[in-house]
């Protein structure tokens, strides 16, 4: 958790910047949230242009729209913060402006979040930056050293 899910025009986000994208997302949440890099994701999708409208017309093509899940308990200052972190460091690496970057948060509860094969325990500021260290001790020896080769 948490699960960026990035949608652009085809072939709007080079190879090159989609990497820097999905660093900029995963160092954000890490930073912020302190959730270890091993549970941030990042999927791309290009969608066609006359497959994506807005007031009923076909959208610009410089548009990139995120939808991010994640788990609930984070206050608004910290939603604000990650908002436009995200939002500036896209901006930069996909060369438009911030007013082209959408951004939703979808919170979700911990307990409809299974990852890695386990149910995901509830966010606590307190936690932080240890958050999930609970969860990665309840995994599998196999699966912490493959989670520790993506940390």
């Known amino acids: ?62 548009l990139v729209w995120i939808r991010c899940d994640v788990r609930e308990g984070r206050t608004p200052d910290m939603k604000a913060r990650l908002l436009h972190r995200v939002q500036q460091g896209v901006a930069k690496a996909a060369d438009i402006s911030e007013e082209a970057v959408w951004f939703y948060l979808d919170d979700l509860a911990s307990v409809n979040i299974m990852e890695w094969g386990h149910i995901m325990p509830p966010f606590r500021p307190e936690l932080a930056p240890h958050q999930d260290d609970p969860w990665f001790q309840a995994v599998s020896a196999s699966l912490k050293q493959r989670l520790q080769q993506l940390a």
Do not use: W
């Not at 994208?21 to 242009?49: D, K």
């Open 1 to 62: 958790m948490p699960t960026y899910n990035i949608f652009t025009s085809p072939a709007k986000l080079t190879l090159a910047q989609k990497e820097e994208i999905a660093r900029v997302c995963t160092e954000v949440y890490h930073e912020e949230f302190g959730i270890a890099r091993y549970l941030v994701q990042v999927v791309f999708y290009e969608v066609a242009n006359n497959d994506r409208y807005i007031g009923a017309k076909p959208v610009q093509s410089d």
